[in-house]
């Protein structure tokens, strides 16, 4: 018996809002009672490759959808199209599909230009097609939500933009080359409302400075792919989290960092192939005073470690701090920054580092090495508060041996400490034994710590 048939228009229009739009549409030819369904969806999902039919018939889909719409409210409106500009599919008939959309009130917009090609996704550095999307997109008084991805197409702005209940953005892989209207872009007089902002990989040229002011900002991350010779200056009093990943730290000048409670910075390039390290790392450790939780992943630690004048920059603790997240490596003397951080943070309770993998061949050399002087480990009660430490991709170096050392030397309220051991084939299996024998001969200042031994599948390791 079909009773969902028999139930009100209303409910049947929530039940197929749940369905994908292919399925709803599947729906609709089904069954006379189910046509109207697809009327009505305030949930448009219009996903090129998800419909697997050719360009034409993808687009002949679309305009009846939108064609039979019965004039309600669009909540969500999603577009992801190949590069178009063909005999089938060009920008005057996406432009049309977005115009459809914003007269309906739309307040969740998603526009997706994907590539068919991978090696588009590399040529940030080539000229690049300018789209324009209709400019009423730019004006839009309903939407809540905007994504925006272009494939490294330059995308062409009007004179005037303004969202004014605007509250997440989501940019990626868009050209800018305009610093005065990108820079009015990213400010309170076209965002007034912004809480989210996320910027993936978008290419900024012809800039000097990237000025970015959300007086409501909460939420900032910054992904970036290539190096870049402009500054940031960013303006944001009530930013809670800033995520920043890149090949090398970013020039960043911000009086609103006080207000942080999260902050991650990941540096994906090699500090050796520059000739000068910048003072940029420090620069923003100097005014991360309040952070809660911060990762310094990647390459950073290393950049840190290449700054003479690290050591004198930090005039007082992070009290606030909680959480530390480090990304080290298992062959560069790395110790001394780990200490100073740590003695800069009196109250930190949890620890996490990841090692970057080496080859077992430099590792045995490299294991050689004294890393550090003794006097560095007799370091006292210094993590009293430390509780839990996670230490991942360990290959068992002379230097991540001494790390954990210091650490069971210093932490007198230390429960947990789990080492997640790197696996390697070729690594025999005497060698590991003899690493985690000394690992847990080591003195432990906590009466109460236990040190968990595991492998990457998380299997538990015990040496007896």
Same mark, same amino acid.
């Given at each position: 018996m079909d009773r969902i048939s028999n139930l009100p228009d209303s409910l049947q229009n929530h039940i197929v809002s749940f369905l994908p739009l292919k399925d709803a549409i599947i729906c609709s030819v089904l069954s006379k009672q189910w046509s109207h369904v697809c009327s009505s969806l305030s949930n448009l999902d219009f996903i090129e490759i998800g419909f697997r039919v050719s360009r034409e018939c993808f687009k002949s889909i679309v305009d009846q959808i939108l064609s039979r719409h019965d004039g309600s409210d669009i909540r969500k409106f999603c577009l992801m199209v190949s590069p178009f500009e063909d005999e089938f599919l060009s920008l005057l008939h996406v432009n049309t599909w977005i115009s459809f959309a914003l007269r309906h009130n739309v307040q969740e917009l998603y526009m997706f230009?994907? =590539?068919?090609?991978?090696?588009?996704?590399?040529?940030?550095?080539?000229?690049?097609?300018?789209?324009?999307?209709?400019?009423?997109?730019?004006?839009?008084?309903?939407?809540?939500?905007?994504?925006?991805?272009?494939?490294?197409?330059?995308?062409?702005?009007?004179?005037?933009?303004?969202?004014?209940?605007?509250?997440?953005?989501?940019?990626?892989?868009?050209?800018?080359?305009?610093?005065?209207?990108?820079?009015?872009?990213? =400010?309170?007089?076209?965002?007034?409302?912004?809480?989210?902002?996320?910027?993936?990989?978008?290419?900024?040229?012809?800039?000097?400075?990237?000025?970015?002011?959300? =007086?409501?900002?909460?939420?900032?991350?910054?992904?970036?792919?290539?190096?870049? =010779?402009?500054?940031?200056?960013?303006?944001?009093?009530?930013?809670?989290?800033?995520v920043y990943i890149g090949m090398y730290p970013p020039d960043i000048i911000s009086r609103t960092f006080s207000s942080l409670v999260s902050a991650t910075f990941k540096g994906e390039g090699n500090p050796y192939d520059l000739d000068d390290v910048s003072n940029c790392p420090r620069k923003i450790l100097q005014e991360l005073r309040n952070v809660e939780t911060l990762a310094l992943l990647g390459s950073f630690i290393e950049f840190l470690n290449r700054d003479q004048y690290f050591r004198s920059s930090l005039p007082t603790p992070y009290h606030s701090l909680k959480y530390l997240q480090l990304g080290m490596d298992a062959y560069q003397n790395q110790g001394h920054e780990l200490i100073f951080l740590l003695r800069n943070c009196p109250n930190i309770q949890r620890l996490s580092i990841t090692y970057h993998p080496l080859k077992t061949t430099c590792l045995n050399m490299l294991s050689l090495k004294e890393y550090w002087p003794c006097k560095e480990f007799l370091a006292g009660d210094l993590l009293k508060y430390l509780t839990t430490v996670e230490i991942q991709k360990f290959q068992g170096s002379r230097s991540q041996l001494d790390i954990v050392r210091f650490l069971l030397q210093s932490a007198s309220n230390l429960e947990k400490m789990t080492i997640i051991w790197l696996d390697e084939e070729h690594q025999d299996l005497e060698t590991r034994t003899r690493v985690f024998q000394e690992l847990l001969n080591f003195t432990k200042v906590s009466p109460q710590v236990e040190v968990l031994l595991f492998t990457q599948e998380g299997v538990a390791y015990d040496p007896k």
């Open positions: 230009i994907s =590539s068919n090609r991978p090696e588009d996704l590399l040529q940030a550095v080539q000229p690049q097609p300018q789209i324009q999307f209709p400019c009423a997109m730019f004006t839009c008084a309903t939407l809540t939500s905007l994504t925006l991805v272009a494939s490294y197409k330059k995308l062409k702005f009007p004179p005037d933009t303004r969202f004014p209940v605007l509250k997440k953005m989501t940019l990626w892989m868009i050209s800018f080359a305009d610093e005065y209207l990108t820079n009015k872009f990213f =400010s309170d007089f076209s965002c007034p409302m912004l809480n989210d902002l996320f910027i993936r990989y978008c290419k900024i040229k012809n800039i000097t400075t990237l000025n970015i002011s959300f =007086s409501s900002l909460k939420h900032f991350s910054l992904y970036e792919n290539l190096s870049h =010779s402009y500054k940031i200056n960013l303006s944001a009093p009530n930013l809670l989290e800033f």
